[in-house]
């Protein structure tokens, strides 16, 4: 198995507290552990890229630049520089409508394994959803999740068959696991 080498992330209940239709940056707050572990996966040497569903967009709750505009505060919050994500992909469907880059469609993942010339075990998937961990099965990539979010994600990932992706109860810890495979 080839080592990791870009990291993909979840936002809202990863990174950030998870807010229901999250539109207004003054509610951006980060979870504990979010900026050690994004700086310590960077030093490693990965790449990071950030990968959210944002169908309030679609469901005309909130607009496209209201969520990058909460996007711009996580990244002014970490503290990480002004681009700490190579990518940053927002996807903004209703979920009724037809998938292009909502979770769990795999688009943005092969894209990147094109743009960066990787092979899908060379990026990994973190998130708080079983929709983070399906994207990752359906690209074919590794996946680690965290029980950060709303749901039970012990639940989902049983229930959708993925129980053989790792699961830690904070984002740190996930990202030390990450480190450890390298």
């Known amino acids: 198995m080839s080592a990791i080498k870009l990291l993909v992330l979840d936002r ?9 239709y999250l539109h207004q940056p003054a509610e951006v707050r980060l979870l504990p552990g979010v900026r050690e572990g994004l700086a310590a996966a960077r030093d490693a040497g ?11 967009v679609g469901r005309g709750l909130f607009t496209l630049a209201d969520a990058e505009a909460c996007t711009a505060r996580m990244i002014e919050l970490l503290d990480l520089g002004p681009a700490p994500f190579a990518r940053v992909c927002t996807a903004p469907e209703h979920p009724d409508a037809p998938m292009v880059y909502r979770k769990p469609s795999p688009r943005f993942a092969r894209e990147l394994m094109a743009e960066f010339g990787l092979a899908p ?6 998130g708080d959803r079983g929709s983070d961990l399906e994207t990752a099965a359906a690209a074919g990539t590794r ?11 012990a639940a989902e990932l049983r229930a959708a068959g993925l129980e053989r992706f790792p ?14 495979l390298r």
């Open 46 to 56: 990965l790449t990071l890229c950030l990968h959210t569903n944002q169908s309030g």
């Open 121 to 126: 075990d060379e990026i990994c998937y973190i």
């Open 167 to 180: 699961l830690f109860p904070s984002f740190r810890e996930a990202v030390e696991h990450v480190l450890s």
């Open 12 to 20: 809202d209940g990863t990174l950030i507290e998870h807010v229901p």
């Open 143 to 153: 996946a680690v999740g965290v029980a950060t979010g709303l749901d039970d994600l």
